[in-house]
């Protein structure tokens, strides 16, 4: 059994998830418990391992880059593998590392300047590790649609996108100074920031309301040990005999009412479409897939599944703005 959680805690755990930045002020009158007694659980919540940390999800398409991943089978060699994941771990370049049991067991999504770049990386990659990868699957990404975690919290939500067509904003170091402090701690107060960098309160506000209305930050969010509160982390991976633009349609609609389907990921790979899943069983997970098949059996022809074991945005953390 998980951490048991009230539903005031659920609700503190969404609205963190849905923006790390509320203050507390709002968090307080949404649960309708006072400032003091917000802090208190939220404080306790870090304490007791559930909450880990608060980040900011940054679009690095918006800084130019596309996004294109690798799919890994790894043979038995625990050394190796141990030796190879920390290596991935120090790469600027990767945005997002996966471990998992299932149609594979490591996923990596880099962020790049051009497919030429992708395939150089891609080839050292492998040269270096070439007697402990088996197999490999590539792929480019089209788009991540995010939903709030309604599994937490009962209410409507719409899928938002990340990681579209690749922008050229250009960052100053004062803009990059704010959004290196916001990736390390997405709470954080404007008076800290300045303090640290010399500035004022003013014109950090003012950076970051350019920031987010670019796009550049994509959200405030609240890293969780979902494991803690007993779920665990399906992908799941979507081949289809034909996908129509009607049917895409229908298969967002759909996806979007599933609360505990939370990321949505289109991409050009072998598979058409990726579902990243929270549910508190395999029971329940299977009744998932089996629901969507069938609401999808003209379309859909054939699903596999993996069973996340780690799972990092932005693992090489601090040194990704140096």
Request: glycine share 4%; charged share 30%; with cysteine.
């Amino acid at each position: 059994m998980g951490y048991q959680l009230d539903k005031i805690d659920r609700r503190i755990l969404f609205e963190l998830d849905k923006n790390a930045r509320i203050p507390d002020s709002k968090l307080a009158k949404l649960v309708n418990r006072s400032k003091e007694s917000v802090r208190y659980r939220i404080k306790k919540l870090i304490k007791d391992g559930i909450i880990l940390s608060f980040t900011t999800w940054i679009d690095p398409a918006k800084l130019g880059f596309i996004s294109s991943k690798i799919y890994l089978n790894l043979a038995n060699k625990p050394e190796q593998k141990k030796a190879f994941v920390e290596d991935l771990k120090k790469d600027k370049n990767l945005f997002w590392l996966g471990m998992a049991e299932g149609a594979w067991n490591t996923g990596l999504t880099y962020f790049i300047e051009s497919n030429a770049d992708f395939f150089d990386l891609k080839n050292a990659l492998f040269t270096k590790y070439r007697e402990l990868i088996l197999d490999s699957h590539t792929g480019s990404l089209v788009g991540v649609y995010i939903c709030d975690r309604t599994f937490l919290h009962d209410t409507e939500t719409k899928w938002k996108r990340m990681i579209g067509s690749p922008e050229n904003h250009e960052l100053d170091e004062i803009e990059k100074s704010i959004l290196k402090e916001l990736f390390q701690d997405a709470r954080i107060s404007l008076v800290e920031i300045a303090r640290r960098h010399d500035t004022t309160i003013d014109i950090v506000r003012n950076r970051i309301k350019k920031l987010e209305e670019k796009k550049i930050i994509f959200a405030y969010k609240a890293i969780m040990d979902y494991n803690k509160l007993g779920y665990e982390f399906f992908k799941t991976f979507l081949y289809f005999r034909n996908l129509t633009k009607e049917d895409e349609q229908k298969l967002m609609e759909y996806t979007r009412k599933q609360p505990q389907i939370i990321h949505l990921v289109k991409q050009i790979s072998p598979w058409d479409i990726e579902l990243e899943i929270m549910c508190k069983t395999y029971l329940e997970y299977n009744e998932i897939i089996s629901k969507l098949t069938e609401e999808f059996s003209d379309i859909i022809n054939k699903v596999e599944t993996a069973i996340m074991g780690e799972d990092y945005v932005f693992p090489a953390q601090r040194t990704i703005f140096d």
